[in-house]
């Protein structure tokens, strides 16, 4: 009389025992088990001469998580069943750090700040189950960084013993696109320096190499900049509430340490409003109401392009920015530029008549001059996609542009010969599902609405509607949080895991099976977890221990 | 040339300078500012006899919160403008607490568990700008308790002076409804103790007097109870993840002197594959698959209510879950009964058949003997709303019903003649929006999109559809967090502060206008964050420090 019904955990899948995030591009592993030896130790080759102190300083990280981590393996019983595995393993000695002879020596840091085209990320990993000593080669300490980020994820712990299920494991990896970043919006809500810092922890973690810093917007303006302090001294939220130049340089020196850039964004000419605070002449429609007929959300307010003095105070502002982001890129911004308030604005009308400029021309003239202060500084422009699509600017050809609008609007700028970021609001934005914020709305939803689950970031193809001649136009993406409803208390479970998603679209590339990927993302979202980071659980934990048997056709 | 824009902040509304949450029921205020003396006391009323110890931790807790809560005022500066007010402000010096004459002295333990007609939260505050003594008069502990809390909201902190802006102040107040919840699923996911308590502090904070602590599922049995002991040991999440007696208890103690009840729930006869873990026999369905055949989500498995030991088990358990929580309420669950289940049971049909019973017959016997062990042991019990519209069951007129699948169904339940606790999905379930999470739905969305706003649930009508002879069934309500994507880490920010749209909805009753209450709810979510709790920020910092500037019409 009874039900027939299956308990064995059948898997339509080869499972990966690994749980690797972002997956290498070549993989071979056994199905040995390793411990690491309690006197576990990394060395550097003597072939690296002069090794920098940003490498001794991840070498050490390293062996501070794999022996910090402690994260007990995502099955039932989490690794009371790898004990028979582990009790006769091996113990993994030690770890070898080379770089191909000759690869030139330099930080970490500096090998995170080059252009795009140039970043080398490539490394090899061997991991013997025997216990001979391990290696990772590659042909820049970036490489060898992003090796013993892969490494420390081979590492689970039970009852004291840490240890590896999966080896031999032999890896050749190198990511499928130079920029793989996450936006960080700091205006509308902001963050204490050590948020941002325990977030550039985390995209360490899954290979994440540019922290797109979006710093300013209308609501606030915390960047302390030499020269414009009246910028923030008025436009903080606080005077507490602010990077000083000094902040700003330890967060670029974490990050760089940690392989990540930092391509600041100083949008303009809209989104501006708070520099009203200091410079009202400075800005258009400044508090003007509705805000509706003149922004895109509260307050209102643009700087006056067509203004020479504006302009020219906007070039030398990039210029001082500038100095203090190390990075060979910096965002002008550029987007949702409401045409409206200048249409009303009596001063930009007088500007536009006396010069006998069109709007547009007043607006090339003005992003000539931000840009042009970027050259000067030797600096490549980054721009949102409207600077392109909606306004014929002659940009330079190697202008990047971040397309956000919607992910169709990718081939449109490709066509133009420019490169592109992906940063679609309909993949990526990490914000939207989260209801209306503006206050008289009872039944609204976010404009963005639904949810962008990491289910369907993950589907994302970069290279989609385009021809393969412009597939080289495509620099890589990001997920993107912008902090209308999003402040330091909620920061963690808003971004992870799902910011891991395109971290492993960028460098793995597309095409990736999200089911197949989930316990491994499960994984990388525990281990954040053990190092403290406030990840959201993906589903109940009776799923996370038992990979695929939450599927829908199970 | 200058557009014409008016900056002055203009307010449609009739600014209330308070910004207490819930809005009591009868509110005056002044404009004077007053101070906090730094010996500031609160006596107990020698007409009170033998106060109870917890009104005495009240009342500690109360000055704890008065000189550490540190709220600076959510205007620009934040409070820089009030020095000029409060500098020259008489000081307050005490606070008295009185019962009136012939009120019983019980302790707010006591109070908060009694069953809800019962239950008197009924309190006057009365404070002075002339520097006399305020006052809470109540007719039992747990109105002087609701007068406490009100109390702490007047007071902001500037530069080290704890002052109130709008005495004199004169409350009367008390509760639209008996019954104002939050429901947590600890199954799911698991949260520790500390997790719990702070939630019940942050409940007690807006009133919230009832928590729903659905504390099993299909998933895990946290939950351990002597003579049931296998039911965690084989079905928890791990051996720590479990509540034990003295958890539990302490649980119990901890809100019961906030003036919170605990109506815990095990929900039966479905939601129960876990209990497959300890007690195969006793699960149809178990694990079968695919699952979404069996259930409505993973894992598979439901108690075979039908056979007699199983029901027999099940009333003894609910009988010793009576002696660990002392409210007069435990629910029993009964929501989502899937009959494919059952009908592909052999047991089960093997039951029915022997018995000559149909299946609503069945259900009625299992029903009525885990009400029945209720009853046996004092408690009223609370079902979900099918096992009232979707089956006849017969149940005793007293079952409470919580309406989840839709508001709709309120009516329905009420033309029955049960008592009603709003628990509607399309209005209070804080899941809802985040995604899909079933593993291989890339293009999901959640099952109840969209996100439920606190807008949108502050527009909740309790009494919606009813006749009037019908509101007296209504008990209240309460906002629900299931936890399939939840846990400890994002615990308060998917909780707070949008349950406290419901609190205030259930103690002020229907109709308030939430874009008059945004600035209310920033207030008190401000609040809570100087109490360590994560909340979400609701609108950028510009907005939350600028009232109704950032509604669309402005």
Known sequence: MQLLVSFSLLSVFSVTVSALWPLPQNLTEGTTALRLSPSFEISISSGIADAPQDLYDAISRTITHLFTDKLGRLVVGRGASDVSAFET????????????SGSEVLSITAEAQKPLEERDEVYTLTVPSNGTAASIIATSTLGLLRGLTTFEQLWYEYEGTIYAVNTPVEIGDAPAYPYRGLMLDTARNYFPVSDILRTLDTMSLVKINEFNWHISDSQSFPLQIPGYMELSEYGAYSSQMVYTPSDVEYIISYAGERGIDVMVEIDTPGHTSIIGESHPDFVACYLARPWASYAGEPPAGQL?????????????????????????????????????????????????????????????????GTHGALAAAGKTPAVWEEM???????????????VW????????????????IHAASNYFYLDCGAGEWIGDDPTGNSWCDPFKTWQYAYTFDPLANL?????????GGQQLLWTEQSGPDNLDPIIWPRAAASAEVFWSGAGGNGTAALPRLHDVSFRMQQRGVRTIPLQPLWCALRPYECDSYW
């Not at 393993?89 to 191909?100: G, I, M």
């Open 89 to 100: 393993a091996a113990y993994l000695p030690s770890l070898t750090l080379s770089l191909e």
């Open 467 to 475: 021809t393969s001649d412009q597939y080289s136009l495509i620099m």
């Open 405 to 420: 609008i919607s992910s169709d609007d990718v081939k449109a700028v490709a066509d133009q010969g420019f490169r592109v």
């Open 388 to 402: 392109v699509l909606d306004y014929n600017l002659s940009l330079s050809t190697d202008t990047l542009v971040l």
């Open 304 to 368: 006056r392009f067509a203004n020479a003095t504006v302009a020219n105070w906007s070039a030398g502002l990039f210029t001082e920015v500038s100095k203090m982001f190390p990075s060979s890129m910096i965002s002008t911004g550029g987007d949702e530029i409401q045409t409206y308030c200048y249409d009303m604005d009596g001063e930009t009308q007088y500007d536009l008549n006396s010069t006998g400029r069109t709007f547009e021309e007043a607006l090339t003239d003005y992003v000539h």
